[in-house]
């Protein structure tokens, strides 16, 4: 009897699991994430953070808008990363009294918040693509680090701004 109870309660976890939304039960991918629009015009990444894998190689990462939404890139400045905002220790937690570090590497990476400048190469695809690169190797980032960057997009017309963020 245990063993029938067990089989029928493994049954119903997995077909529970078959019920998920995609975007709930999918793998992730980080060289495409995708923007979703709350019914308030928020604006959600599937991801946060971004986690960009560390190969050596250039990384790039195509952000995607519902083609069937109202949401559309700005052709200027749709997506930029402005600084890094901490650095990460080989566990993935903050590393403690990294503030000098974090500000040398920003300096040497030329960001400027106040700009909207974007420290990565980052282009217009289209109105629901925008991609940015980030550098294989970024020699002056020794651990992983966590970078602030900012999406802008209009619905109706309106300015909406969200700014999640990309692990390194």
């Avoid at 971004?50 to 995607?64: A, H, L, M, N, S």
């Amino acid at each position: 009897m245990k063993k029938l109870l067990a089989l029928i309660l493994g049954a119903v976890a997995i077909a529970g699991c078959r019920s998920l939304p995609e975007s709930v039960g999918g793998t992730f991918d980080p060289a495409r994430p995708l923007i979703t629009v709350t019914a308030e015009n928020r604006l959600v990444v599937n991801q946060e953070p971004i986690i960009v894998p560390r190969r050596g190689v250039d990384w790039t990462i195509t952000w995607q808008l519902p083609r069937d939404g109202k949401a559309r890139f700005l052709k200027e400045k749709g997506i930029t990363i402005e600084l890094l905002d901490k650095l990460l220790g080989p566990d993935g937690n903050p590393m403690r009294d990294s503030e000098a570090q974090v500000a040398r590497i920003n300096r040497e990476l030329g960001a400027d918040p106040a700009r909207e400048r974007s420290i990565f190469g980052c282009k217009f695809r289209n109105e629901y693509e925008y991609e940015c690169v980030i550098p294989g190797h970024i020699r002056q980032i020794q651990y992983h680090g966590l970078f602030s960057y900012t999406i802008r997009v209009t619905i109706d017309g309106k300015l909406v701004i969200s700014d999640p963020r990309v692990m390194y």
